[in-house]
């Protein structure tokens, strides 16, 4: 937990505003939710796109996408017309997801703040669900390689720069991780343990909530139908065995 908070602020820390991908359409989402919440999104621009765009070119979002002469001389005022390498259509930006509307929620309880600090407790929170899912993924992999199996890719994790980068991103990716960790942490239950049903349970759960929250997440529903199939097919297996003798012996 320690190295994976060190890594979590290393990437908090050097990684500037907007640099993650889709990192501006994921914030406009969240900002027209929680302006919905506070019934704002009435307002010219609930979304905040003007503020978004004016923060990118503060921080020279362009002069790390493209070179500086391919800097716009005007900031464009929304995303429909900023027609220079903003990948941030406005189209979708109305469907909130499960992320969306969670994220927007939790900005609802704050007060109103700049962009550029909404940015960085979006980031914020994807840092707790990275950290949450070491935890679970410390627990399935304890469960499944015995103490030190799990203790060996608890550290693994922790040290991946990947991992952390992408959990210090304001995006549905960390959320999307953290169900995926349950997923796994239940499969590992009901491949070890007695009774499939919570674990099956947890799986399907974690499935469909990590489905809900990004596209990203729709294959974790694969998974859990494979996973589904192999805990029925080894518990099936086990009780033939004890289903025969029953028969014998009552025939």
Known sequence: FALLACQLLIALALIPPWQHPDESTHVARVELHRNRIALLDGSPDAAREGEILQSMARYDWWDHRRPRSQAPAVIPKDFSSAAYGVAVPTQGVARPNAYTLFAGRFLSWLPRLTIVEDLYLLRSMSAVFGMLTLWVAWLG??????????????????LHPQFAVVSTAAAADAVVNLLGACVWWQTTLALKRSHILLPLTGVWGAAIAAASTD????PLLAIALVVSIVVIARRAERLTGPVAVTFVVVG
């Open 215 to 218: 596209r990203m997440g729709v």
């Open 141 to 158: 992999a304890r469960e499944c390689l015995g103490p030190l199996g799990g203790a060996t890719v608890a550290v693994l994790l922790a």
